[in-house]
């Protein structure tokens, strides 16, 4: 059973969904994206750090032949958006052509996530969808969709299940949020 209440540094962190809330959901999800891509095979591109369980997650529930990669952009410090982004681990798939899915631990603004479907698009993939395990809609200010999405949140901070403060928390199997 998960702890009520834990702290990471210097925060105190009050449970917000437990481990089996967050796999039923990636569970319904995954055979959503199963009959999305059936003989399609799909390259999944996980956003690195936060996105690696969520995207494990997924894929070892498909039964459809896809591949996997992965990039890394930054936007956080501590707990707050920088607002700026950063990459730095690009693509090294080739796309052109093929069925992608952007896998995401969570969507706030949609900063990091417009500056990644802008440097995939350059790859003339054949589609490019979205599936986030988190979303905060109160302050997403995009005007594209998320294909999938796991839990709609509101602007709390985090952690847990892919997400951290300062470097811990990821490994957490439940999310908890800043009390």
Known sequence: MSEQIISVHD?????????????KRVS???AELEAAYASKQ???????????????DLSKQMK?????????ATSYK??????????????????RGRHVLIVEDIVDTGNT???????????????????????????????YPLDWVGFEIADDFVIGYGMDY??????????????
């Not at 925060?11 to 796999?23: A, D, M, R, S, W």
């Not at 459809?64 to 890394?72: A, D, G, N, Y």
């Not at 950063?86 to 080739?94: A, F, K, P, S, V």
């Not at 996530?113 to 995009?142: M, T, V, W, Y």
């Open 11 to 23: 925060k105190t962190f009050e449970l917000f969904l437990t481990e089996n809330e967050i796999v």
């Open 28 to 30: 319904e999800i995954a």
């Open 42 to 56: 799909p390259v999944m591109i996980g956003i690195l750090n936060g996105a690696y369980p969520f995207l494990s």
């Open 64 to 72: 459809t032949e896809l591949e996997i990669s992965f990039m890394k």
């Open 78 to 95: 501590g707990t707050k958006s920088s607002g700026e982004v950063n990459e730095i681990l690009g693509l090294n798939t080739d796309i």
């Open 113 to 143: 996530l417009s500056f990644i479907r802008e440097q995939l698009f350059k790859h003339d993939p054949l589609s490019l969808k979205i599936a986030s395990c988190f979303l905060k809609p109160g302050i997403f200010n995009k005007d």
């Open 166 to 179: 300062n470097g811990l928390g990821r490994n957490l199997q439940s999310v908890y949020k800043l009390k």
